[in-house]
C-alpha cells in the first residue's frame, strides 16, 4: 500500500532540519528525516497498514491514521521496534476519560507521563534502573518523545496555539518510563490494574512535574511513606486540592524496606490514601486564604481511593530517594492502561 | 544526498463550518450562557444578563455551566441550544 | 475571549473550519477581577457581541 503523505525533498540533512522547523513540525530537537522506507519499516513490524484507523480525536473530529503517527515515531527517533508502543500509548490517550484535548491545552502545562510493563521493557532495553525519570535508554526517550511530536503536529499543540501552558514541564520533551519488574516482589503497575503478568502495557497519565523526596532514616514503611504523602499533601496545599491519580516513584533503597516489611502495592495505596489529605483552612498558611472562607474544616483528600495511586518500582539501587507525580488537575483526566496488542486475525501485510 | 520526506500533519481541510443566520435583532429575543464555571464567570455573566435585558430588550437569559471547564460543552447542553436564538460562550481564565 | 486566549480562539476557529470566526476581546484575567472590573467587561463583551450577532 502507497503512503498518503505529501512528500517534500531536501537536499541535505540540514535541509531537512529547517524545513520541519520552519513548519513548526518539531519539539525544538533535531528530527530523523522520515523517509518512506523507515515509516513503512514501522507499518510492517507493527503489522499495521498505513490507512489503519487509530481513533477519532472528537474535538476536532479528527481521523488519526497508522501512518501519521508512524511519521512522527521516525521523526522522534524510534525504531520499527519501538512504534508498536508508540501506538499503543497514543490509543490510550485517546480514550475519552483520558480527556486529550483538555489535557494538552490547559494551562496547566502537564505533560503525558507513560509506564512500560511487561516483556517489551526487555526486548527494547527499556531500563528501570539508574536515572529512571531522566535519560535513562533510548526506548523510553524516543517514545515519550514521538508523543510529543504526535501532538504538535496532529493535534496543533504548539505553545501559544493550542498549547496554552503557562510553564509546562521538562516532561513535555519525553516522560517515559520502565518499571524495574526484575528486581521487585511486587505486582507490576499493569497487573494492579488488571492486565495479566504475560502481557506488555503501556500507562498514561496526564502528569506534572515529579518532585523527589529523601529519607534514609529509617526502615519503617509508615515513615517512609509519610514522607511521600507529606509531598502529597504539599502539592494539595502548593498547586491544587483537586483529587486525582498520584504516581509514586519507589527505586530499590526505599523499596526494600517496604518489601521486608511485607508491604504490597495495595498496603501503600491504602496507607497514603488516609495520609495525603489536608484541611482547607492550610490554604491560608499559603497565601490562599481569600478562598478559604466558611470552608476551612473541608477535607480534600489527594485521591477518592487507594486506586487512583500508581505505584511504580523503577529507579537506580542506591539512595533513599522517591518521586510523586501529580496529576494535572484532579481527576479531570485519569490515567489509562492498554494493553500492547498482536492482531491475531488480521491479514499479513500484501506484498 | 536528496532526501525525501514525509508531511508528518494531518493534511486534511477540517470540514467548513457554518455560520448560523444573524437575528434580526436581540429584543424578544432568548440568550444562553454557556459558562467554563471558573472564578469571575458568575459576576461577569450576571452584569452581561442585565446589560441585555435593560439595554438590548433581551427577554430570557438562561445560564448554563459546563461540568469540566477543561472538556467541550456537555451534550446536553448542546442540545439546548436549539432551543435558544443566540448563544454567547467563550476561552477565558 | 479574555485577551491572553485570542491566539487559542483563532486557532481552534482554524482548525474547526471557520478561520474567520470573530469574537469579542475582553481583557483578562476574570478570575481575580472585582465587580466593577467584571461589569466593565461584560460591557465590552456587549460591544463588540452586539453587532456579530444582528445582521
Redesign the interface.
Known amino acids: 500500500m502507497p503512503?498518503d503523505?505529501?512528500?517534500?525533498?531536501?537536499?541535505?540533512?540540514a535541509?531537512?532540519q529547517e524545513?520541519?522547523h520552519a513548519n513548526g513540525?518539531t519539539d525544538g530537537l533535531p528530527i530523523v528525516?522520515?523517509?518512506?522506507e523507515a515509516?513503512q519499516a514501522c507499518l510492517d513490524w507493527a503489522m499495521m497498514p498505513a490507512d489503519q484507523l487509530i481513533g477519532v480525536e472528537?474535538?476536532?473530529?479528527?481521523?488519526?491514521t497508522a501512518e501519521?503517527l508512524a511519521?512522527?515515531a521516525v521523526?522522534a527517533g524510534c525504531l520499527p521496534m519501538h512504534f508498536p508502543v508508540v501506538a499503543t500509548a497514543w490509543t490510550a490517550m485517546m480514550q475519552p476519560e483520558f480527556?486529550m484535548?483538555?489535557?494538552t491545552?490547559?494551562?496547566g502545562g502537564c505533560a503525558v507521563l507513560v509506564v512500560l510493563n511487561g516483556p517489551i521493557r526487555l526486548e527494547l532495553g527499556a531500563s528501570g534502573g539508574f536515572n529512571a525519570l531522566g535519560n535513562s535508554d533510548r526506548a523510553t526517550a524516543v517514545i515519550g518523545r514521538a508523543l510529543r511530536?504526535c501532538l504538535i503536529?496532529?493535534m496543533?499543540v504548539r505553545p501559544?496555539?493550542?498549547d496554552?501552558s503557562t510553564l509546562g514541564h521538562p516532561g513535555k520533551f519525553s516522560f517515559c518510563l520502565a518499571e524495574d519488574e526484575e528486581d521487585t516482589t511486587w505486582l507490576s503497575l499493569a497487573e494492579t490494574r488488571g492486565i495479566p503478568k504475560e502481557a506488555s502495557a503501556v500507562t498514561v497519565m496526564a502528569a506534572g512535574a515529579p518532585r523527589q523526596i529523601m529519607n534514609e532514616w529509617t526502615t519503617k514503611p509508615e515513615e517512609i511513606l509519610e514522607t511521600f504523602a507529606a509531598e502529597m499533601r504539599a502539592n494539595l496545599r502548593h498547586y491544587s486540592i483537586h483529587p486525582g491519580n498520584y504516581a509514586l516513584i519507589i527505586p530499590k533503597q526505599l523499596r526494600e524496606h517496604l518489601q521486608a516489611a511485607g508491604w504490597s502495592k495495595a498496603d501503600i495505596a491504602s496507607f497514603i490514601h488516609e495520609r495525603a489529605r489536608i484541611h482547607r483552612r492550610e490554604w491560608a498558611e499559603v497565601g490562599k486564604g481569600a478562598v478559604v472562607r466558611d470552608r476551612g474544616d473541608s477535607v480534600y483528600p489527594a485521591m477518592e481511593s487507594p486506586d487512583q495511586l500508581l505505584v511504580v518500582a523503577a529507579g537506580g539501587p542506591a539512595g533513599g530517594f522517591g518521586a510523586v507525580i501529580p496529576p494535572w488537575?484532579g481527576h479531570?483526566s485519569h490515567a489509562v492502561t492498554v494493553p500492547i496488542g498482536a492482531c491475531i486475525d488480521c491479514e499479513p501485510p500484501k506484498q | 544526498?536528496?532526501?525525501?520526506?514525509?508531511?508528518?500533519?494531518?493534511?486534511?481541510a477540517?470540514?467548513i463550518g457554518q455560520l448560523a443566520p444573524r437575528l434580526g435583532s436581540l429584543r424578544g429575543k432568548t440568550v444562553g450562557f454557556i459558562s467554563n464555571g471558573k472564578e469571575g464567570t458568575k459576576g461577569f455573566f450576571a452584569h452581561l444578563d442585565r446589560l441585555l435585558r435593560e439595554q438590548h430588550g433581551v427577554a430570557d437569559v438562561v445560564m448554563r455551566t459546563k461540568s469540566?471547564y477543561?472538556?467541550?460543552a456537555d451534550p446536553h447542553i448542546v442540545a439546548e441550544i436549539r432551543s435558544w436564538h443566540a448563544v454567547v460562550s467563550g476561552i477565558g481564565? | 475571549m479574555t485577551e491572553r486566549?485570542v491566539?487559542?480562539a483563532e486557532?481552534?476557529s482554524r482548525?474547526?473550519g471557520m478561520p474567520d470566526y470573530r469574537f469579542a476581546r475582553i481583557g483578562h484575567p476574570v478570575s481575580s477581577a472585582t465587580d466593577a472590573e467584571l461589569a466593565a467587561m461584560a460591557r465590552r463583551a456587549l460591544e463588540q457581541g452586539q453587532p456579530l450577532l444582528v445582521r
Do not use: C, Q
Open positions: 503512503l503523505s505529501r512528500t517534500y525533498e531536501a537536499a541535505d540533512i535541509a531537512v524545513l520541519y513540525w528525516p522520515p523517509t518512506a515509516v472528537p474535538v476536532r473530529g479528527l481521523a488519526v501519521k511519521i512522527n521523526m480527556l484535548h483538555g489535557a491545552a490547559s494551562t511530536l503536529n496532529l496543533d501559544g496555539a493550542i496554552r488537575l479531570k | 544526498m536528496t532526501f525525501r520526506v514525509l508531511d508528518p500533519t494531518p493534511e486534511k477540517p470540514p469540566n477543561s472538556a467541550p481564565d | 486566549f491566539t487559542a486557532m481552534m482548525v474547526l
